[in-house]
């Protein structure tokens, strides 16, 4: 007999104050009636970091193999993860124009966190009245204004620097 895989929804985002700037990332779960919000941050990040982040962390916390409906309002997650992400290895992390993959750490990680999941990914428009992509909006924005409370300015100024130190 078969056995069918347990079924999980999953809603994303991420978001930046500047961009880099101090990032936030936030999931929404649903699976058999329950439900599971995520979130956290980072003191300088970009948008598309935060964006990845959000979908690794929402398939990290899933304990064994899903089938999962993800969804997610940034093109540059769907699009890399459904039609890019193959050739990027293919060509040893390189784009199209042999540029070094951006955030080719970050897409590894989603790689290998998808390759233990049945995962079909879908595209929202972002603040459009979605109400679980309203809530990941919000979740992100709360996870913003805590990493700046528990940071000086001093701090993230100083973060941001040795963020764009590493090129990213």
Known sequence: MESVLPQVIIHTDGG???NPGV????????????????SGGEPATTNNRM????AIEA???L???????MHTDSQYVRNGITK???GWKKNG?????KQRVKNEDLWSTLDAAAQRHQVSWHWVKGHAGHDDNE?????????MEAVKKQHTRQQLAAALVAFKDTGR
Do not use: F, M, N, P
């Not at 964006?51 to 959000?54: F, Q, V």
């Not at 992390?93 to 124009?97: F, Q």
């Not at 809530?135 to 996870?143: F, H, I």
């Open 135 to 143: 809530r990941c909006d919000q979740l992100c924005g709360e996870a």
């Open 51 to 54: 964006e990845l982040r959000a």
């Open 84 to 86: 890019w992400l193959a």
């Open 59 to 61: 398939l990290s916390h």
């Open 16 to 18: 930046c104050l500047g």
């Open 23 to 38: 990032g936030g990332w936030a999931a929404v779960l649903e699976s058999c009636g329950r439900r599971k919000e995520i």
């Open 63 to 69: 304990k064994k193999t899903c089938a999962v409906e």
């Open 93 to 97: 992390w390189k784009t199209a124009s």
